[in-house]
């Protein structure tokens, strides 16, 4: 994601971040962690993407409301399938 997408202005109304490179620092943190099967961070993704939440807000005030509601679907149902796997050493067993 790159800072295009988001209303410096509108950052602070709504999230706890000051600036966009912050957020989107701590969102390719996010990123990577997945990419590397650290799943634990599912639980705060799941934050996240709640209704009201950081992406939803963030999205609504850019005006990117469609592709959040398909990538928070795409989400929702990879998180429901990850969810059935037990954690091991804060890792998914596959």
């Not at 799943?39 to 939803?56: G, M, R, V, W």
């Not at 999205?59 to 990117?64: P, T, V, Y």
């Amino acid at each position: 994601m790159n800072t295009e997408l988001i209303n410096k202005e509108q950052l602070k109304i709504y999230i706890s971040y000051d600036n966009a490179d912050e957020f989107l620092t701590d969102l390719n943190a996010d990123i990577e962690k997945v990419n590397f099967c650290d799943f634990a961070i599912l639980d705060k993704l799941e934050i996240e993407f709640a209704p009201t939440s950081t992406y939803q807000e963030l999205s609504l005030s850019n005006g990117w409301r469609e592709s959040f509601l398909e990538l928070a679907k795409q989400f929702d149902q990879l998180n429901e399938k990850l969810k059935k796997y037990e954690y091991s050493d804060n890792k998914k067993q596959w």
